[in-house]
């Protein structure tokens, strides 16, 4: 079978033999999406699965009265969309497209045909699955333990390697920023002037230069305060 994506450099799938990256290139459809474009909305049957080759993704949910709150952001390489779809139920937050972006699209009724298929392949998603849900565990502690600084340091070095830049587009408004960080806008503003000033980083308008890397890196691990 020819090779049209390169299957083994998204991260859900690392780590998967050729035979079977090759079965899931079988079911994988392309999909070009423009910037704002929908992909699905909360409550929505999870019909399929989606991985990132161009662009980037956000995931978010929003409340009664309309507040957005961003769950997360996927690039290139990442997968969102899966757990629903294991577990047979309805995506439980929206995605957008942040701007023009290339997809694969794996539906449900395939991918369960493959598994079944395929026993091997089953274990291995099941064992891939587990290894990144005690990730995004780790992460999610991590995160709730940083104060402000460490998780704006973290933020900026996960757009960093998203954008593969040291100069960031911020996309998102910094109300929308804030509360994705779980902090208010005129803290957020505080904390960029603070690094700004300490030529951390240089702000002009909706972009973000990365000056000093290393020392993000420590205020995002907590061995250096702002």
């Known amino acids: 079978m020819k090779k049209t994506h390169n299957l083994g450099q998204i991260n859900l799938f690392a780590g998967l033999s050729e035979s079977q990256l090759e079965k899931l290139e079988s079911i994988a459809v392309p999909r070009k999406v423009i910037r704002g474009e929908q992909l699905f909305s909360m ?31 996927f690039g290139c390489g990442e997968i969102f969309g899966e757990v629903p779809v294991f577990q047979g139920t309805s995506y439980p937050a929206s995605a957008v497209a942040l701007e023009d ?24 998603m099941l ?6 849900l005690r990730q995004m565990v780790n992460k999610v502690a991590a995160l709730s333990l940083e104060e402000v600084p460490g998780r704006l340091a973290s933020y900026l070095l996960l757009l960093k390697t998203t954008q593969n830049s040291n100069v960031l587009e911020l996309d998102l408004q910094k109300g929308q920023i804030a509360a994705y960080l779980g902090t208010i806008q005129e803290t957020l503003s505080r904390i ?13 308008k909706n972009t973000v230069e990365i000056i000093d890397e290393a020392s993000l890196e420590l205020i995002a691990s907590g061995e250096e305060q702002l």
Do not use: C, N, P, W
């Open 101 to 124: 972006s290339t997809l694969l699209y794996f539906s449900r009724d395939r991918f369960e045909r493959i598994i079944k298929e395929d026993s091997s392949l089953a274990m291995s």
């Open 43 to 73: 409550g929505q049957d999870a019909s399929g699965f989606y991985s990132v080759e161009d662009g980037r993704v956000k995931i978010y949910r929003e409340s009664l009265s309309g507040k957005e709150q961003i769950i997360h952001i």
């Open 192 to 204: 960029f002037k603070k690094m700004s000033e300490q030529g951390l980083i240089k702000v002009d």
């Open 127 to 132: 064992a891939l699955l587990s290894g990144r």
